[in-house]
């Protein structure tokens, strides 16, 4: 149990990269976490989208346990039998397009990996190095990754940056044809851009990024950590914006939800062109990645998502959710975006300002929405995000509306009073 030397040690002991609310959980059950003094909240922030099935899911609990007291890690110098039944559920079952499978143990590695995937098919097609991404997009925070992300303030103070990446307006057609030139072997993007608030790309961006990719020899690379496996009401989030097969990426990356917590990225690749071979024996690795127990733990997540139809739930919760926010008409929400769990609340920033205080608007309302009992995620300046389990029921979705309306009307208030 945690005491009040753990507050001291984390001052004294832990790196302060993380601008932390001031609330210690210590223990969870399904949508619900319980601080040090007992207190109950509804967990809507879900670790960012990386608990789809709550905290300590039975069948996740089981699987950890017995894995543990079998064979916990082996080195990748040697065959782990359990990667393959991952990637078997993966490549046949989900993804349903062939291809092959790299575990890593975060989202970012997973990134890093299709960064040299394009740089390998590049250097095999003439030369070519240059990777365009979006504004607005998040892949990380290891060096590739970071500079694959087209936001200034994850860059700040790190340059130089590695070369080769180029930024283009986010579902904009046009500008993402001018900045294809001779050195382009790549096009990174989120299908459901989360970081920035829950911001979708277009069936038409999705489908042009193809065509361009088709017509100039370019790899096609979706980047689902954070919308991929249930999130959006599909388990490969591209499908959420275009059902059935019309896309056909060249790799995929994901983690979070993938583990329940455990950490475990991957990334898939498209078996189109032989492109698995561009990373044969040598070419990369990762020391913990695919271990025997980071495998069982996806192995009964992802089944226990299919059981469950968490897909199915999303969709039916999310929409519930939508269609209850609408009818507020609420004065301090601008606009509403939701793909099945995936639920974004841009937030009147203008009319919140008086009540700040310096802070950034969605930051505010967290940390607001916390003390009445509902965790939920900031995702930029003015849009929070919900990303409760896949699994919750509908008495639990009313509940975080509950509060989340009684909270936006006690700030109505004051602001009028003001």
């Known amino acids: 149990m945690q005491g009040p030397e753990h507050h001291q040690w984390v001052k004294d002991f832990v790196l302060g990269n993380y601008g932390r ?207 991929g496996f249930g999130r959006a009401g599909e388990m490969m989030g591209w499908r959420a914006i275009l059902p059935g097969d019309e896309i056909q990426p060249d790799a995929i990356s994901w983690a979070k939800a993938i583990g329940s917590g455990y950490p475990l990225g991957a990334f898939w690749v498209n078996d189109r062109n032989g492109l698995p071979a561009l990373l044969g024996p040598g070419t990369h690795g990762s020391t913990y990645g695919g271990s025997p127990l980071a495998c069982a733990a996806a192995l009964a997540t992802l089944r226990e998502i299919a059981r469950q139809d968490c897909c199915g739930n999303a969709v039916r919760q999310g929409a519930f959710i939508a269609e209850a926010v609408r009818s507020w008409k609420h004065p301090l929400i601008s606009e509403l975006r939701q793909f099945g769990l995936f639920i974004g609340f841009e937030l009147n920033e203008q009319a919140l300002q008086p009540l700040c205080h310096g802070k950034a608007a969605s930051i505010m309302l967290a940390g607001e929405l916390l003390q009445r009992g509902l965790l939920v995620t900031p995702a930029g300046p003015k849009v929070v995000r919900w990303l409760s389990p896949l699994n919750i029921s509908r008495e639990q979705a009313q509940e975080a509306l509950d509060i989340m309306r009684a909270q936006l009307d006690a700030l109505q208030s004051q602001l009028q009073a003001s």
């Open 21 to 227: 609310y001031d609330f210690w959980p210590v223990r969870g059950e399904g949508a619900q976490v319980w601080d040090e003094q007992g207190r109950r909240c509804l967990d809507f922030a879900g670790g960012v989208a990386v608990c789809p099935l709550g905290h300590c899911p039975p069948a996740v609990v089981e699987a950890i346990s017995q894995q543990a007291a079998t064979l916990i890690h082996v080195s990748n110098w040697y065959s782990i039998g359990l990667q393959g039944e991952l990637a078997r559920l993966i490549v046949q079952d989900l993804v349903q397009i062939p291809g092959k499978c790299f575990f890593s143990n975060s989202g970012a590695e997973a990134n890093e990996g299709l960064i040299k995937l394009a740089r390998r098919h590049g250097q095999n097609t003439g030369g070519r190095y240059e990777i365009i991404s979006f504004t607005g997009s998040f892949h990380g925070r290891t060096f590739g990754a970071m500079t694959a992300t087209a936001q200034e303030k994850i860059h700040g103070g790190f340059g130089p940056l590695p070369p080769g990446f180029v930024y283009c307006p986010f579902n904009d057609v046009a500008a993402l044809e001018a900045a294809i030139t001779p050195n382009t072997a790549a096009i990174l993007l989120e299908p459901i851009q989360g970081e920035s608030g829950v911001n979708p790309a277009t069936p038409e961006f999705l489908r042009a990024a193809q065509a361009l990719c088709r017509r100039h020899n370019l790899l096609l690379l979706l980047d689902e950590v954070q919308c």
